[in-house]
């Protein structure tokens, strides 16, 4: 069984562009993963500056192993300051798993 997760993001109103762009980059990159079964970051219609990444990987080494590639340092490092707290992450289960 593969692990889904979302994570969502409030992103400070002035940086949504360049916001825009680092997950557009992290998202080109990630898909090339082995593990990665999806990673797709989805903008709000309801709340503007919203944005929801939604994964699916194949197991947690797979994960583990996404979250040490330089590409995910980078993201961090342009995003730092982007958002207005902490974002959200939801490790998700069937519910009746």
Known sequence: MSIEITVLFDVVPDRMDSVTAAF????EATRKEEGALRF??????????????????????AIDLH???PYVADFLARTEGAFTHPPYVHRLRALDA
Do not use: G
């Open 24 to 27: 557009q980059e992290l998202c």
């Open 40 to 61: 797709d970051a989805l903008r709000s219609e309801e709340h503007p500056n919203i944005v929801v990444l939604v994964e699916d990987w194949a197991d947690q080494e």
């Open 67 to 69: 979250m040490k590639e």
